[in-house]
Every structure is written in structure tokens, then in C-alpha cells.
């Protein structure tokens, strides 16, 4: 055991089959969280939540479609009925379609803003629902982007939900300081993950990240977990509104 910092607590991830869902997800659970998992591929849940089993906490791997924004509450209210309370929200799962903006898909806008800013809005009012319910305090935990900071072309969607939930993230904290719920976000730089091999492996790309990035390597998804604990634990207790950039030192450079 890593230590027990969030002993007693059920946290729900989403984007917990892999990447930086699922490193947050291992690492909760070794701190000493239940865990549900949430993506669309059982096989890949499957697997973190035998992981999960072997540190002695338990995981529901549930499959769910977060572009299904109607469907989102009845899933929440389904899940919860089986597990029990949630004391942790982390909106990790996200999507990214790169085209040039005078020729972006309007279906691919749509997605992106759907899974990535609505389906964590919705998410957020069900967590939120429950815990003033109960009169029980809560933390969410949003998963941002240097793109909610700054512009960069082709992921005009991408751009606009992250700065969407960044604001969203700042708003929620604003009104439900009261209920002792506390709303962050963490905004990665550029972390290798499936999400990002394709650029991992174009060399140009990797050497402009080096080189925006002081700390000169490309970030990992076990870089993320120490902001995540910390966010999700009682030592936070007093932090709102905030986001944290594990970046690398990229916002730090002009
Ligand atoms: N990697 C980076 O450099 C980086 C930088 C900044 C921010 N981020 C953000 O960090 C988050 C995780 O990124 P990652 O690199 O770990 O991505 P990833 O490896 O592609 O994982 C994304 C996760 O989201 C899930 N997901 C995607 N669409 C979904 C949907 N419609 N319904 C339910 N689950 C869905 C995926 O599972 P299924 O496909 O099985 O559903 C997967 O578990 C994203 O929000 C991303 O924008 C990443």
C-alpha cells in the first residue's frame, strides 16, 4: 500500500480503461479507494479492475457511452443503487478530432463538446445531486488541457470544450462552496498516451514539444496521479476553483 489517503472512499473515473484515467484510477485504489470505472471497452476496464483487486479494493468496471448525454443520469442513479455513495467525481475520458477549422465536421464538433463538456456537466449535477442530498461533502476533479489556456489550430472543438470545463470547473466551485464540495481541474501538458502516440511519433511534433517544454521530455500518465490524490484527499479541503498544469514548465515559458 502506497499510503491510505482516501481510505473509506468510492471515487468514479471516467476514461478509466486506459492513459490517464487509468493511472488515476490505480493510483485511488492504492490509496486505499473503491473504484468504478467507466469507458466504453469492457476488456480494458476488465483489466484495471483485476489490478484494483489485487491491491484488496474493489472496482465496478461499468461500460457506458458518455456521448449518450439523456441516458447519463438514469446511469449514475443505476450505478450508485449498486455501489453506494460517491465521494470523488474525476472527468477523465475526452476526444480529439483534428481537421482544419474552415473544413471541421459538424458531427465531430458535436462529439467533442458532448463528451468532453457536457457529459461532465451532467455528470457534476448527479454527483452534486446526491451529495447535497445527503449533506455530504464532495470533490470533482476535472481533467482540463493547455489548450483551455491557449489556441492552437486544427482542434478548434478540443479548444473550446477544455476552456469550456476550465470556466465550467471555476463556476460549479463558485456555487456549491457551500454544500463543501470542492471543484478543480488538472490541465496535462502533452502526456504519451494512446490519445497522443500518433505525435509521440511524428518527429517534428516531438521536437516542438521538447522544445516549448523546460523539463524536455514528454510527460507520463503516473505524472498526473500526485495532482489527482492531492485534489481528491482531505488535504485539499480548502482549494477551489483552481487548475493545476502538470506541463512540464510549458505555461511557466514564454
Ligand atoms: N494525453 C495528453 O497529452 C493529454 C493532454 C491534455 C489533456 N488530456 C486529456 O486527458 C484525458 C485523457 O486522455 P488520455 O490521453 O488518457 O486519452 P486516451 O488514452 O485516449 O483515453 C481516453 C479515455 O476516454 C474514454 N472515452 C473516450 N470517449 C468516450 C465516450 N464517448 N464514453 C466513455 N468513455 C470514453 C476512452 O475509452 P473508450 O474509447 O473505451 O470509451 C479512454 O478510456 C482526456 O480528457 C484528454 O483530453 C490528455
Redesign the pocket.
Known amino acids: 500500500m502506497q499510503n491510505q489517503l482516501l481510505e473509506n472512499k468510492t471515487a468514479l473515473i ?9 493511472a488515476i484510477a490505480l493510483a485511488f485504489a492504492q490509496a486505499g479507494a473503491d473504484v468504478i470505472l ?4 469492457a476488456t ?1 476496464l476488465q483489466k484495471v479492475a483485476d489490478e484494483i483487486a489485487g491491491f484488496g479494493r474493489q472496482a465496478w468496471p461499468r461500460t ?4 449518450q448525454l439523456d441516458d447519463i443520469a438514469g446511469f449514475y442513479a443505476q450505478i450508485t443503487a449498486q455501489t453506494g455513495p460517491v465521494d470523488i467525481l474525476v472527468n ?5 478530432h483534428r481537421a482544419a477549422s474552415l473544413d471541421f465536421p459538424a458531427d465531430k464538433w458535436q462529439q467533442a463538446l458532448n ?2 463538456l457536457s ?1 461532465p456537466f451532467r455528470l457534476c449535477q448527479c454527483f452534486a445531486r446526491d451529495r447535497v442530498a445527503a449533506q455530504k461533502p464532495g470533490k470533482i476533479i476535472n ?5 483551455a489556456e491557449a489556441g492552437r489550430a486544427s482542434i478548434p472543438a ?1 479548444a473550446a470544450s ?1 476552456s469550456g470545463l476550465k470556466i465550467l470547473t471555476q463556476t460549479l466551485a463558485v456555487e456549491w462552496a457551500q454544500y463543501h464540495i470542492n471543484v478543480n481541474a488538472i ?10 502516440e500518433p505525435l509521440v511519433n511524428n518527429e517534428p511534433f516531438t521536437s516542438w514539444v521538447l522544445s516549448k517544454t523546460p523539463m524536455q521530455r514528454w ?1 507520463t ?1 503516473g505524472d498526473l496521479t500526485g495532482a489527482a490524490l492531492f485534489l481528491a484527499s482531505a488535504q485539499a479541503d480548502f482549494i477551489t476553483g483552481q487548475t493545476i498544469y502538470v506541463d512540464g514548465g510549458w505555461l511557466a515559458q514564454i
Open positions: 471516467t476514461g478509466a480503461g486506459r492513459g490517464i484515467g487509468k467507466v469507458s466504453r471497452t480494458e457506458f457511452d458518455l456521448s477523465v475520458a475526452g476526444v480529439i463528451v468532453n457529459a481533467i482540463t488541457s493547455l489548450l478540443y477544455k490541465g496535462p501538458g502533452y502526456i504519451e498516451t494512446e490519445l497522443t510527460g500518465p
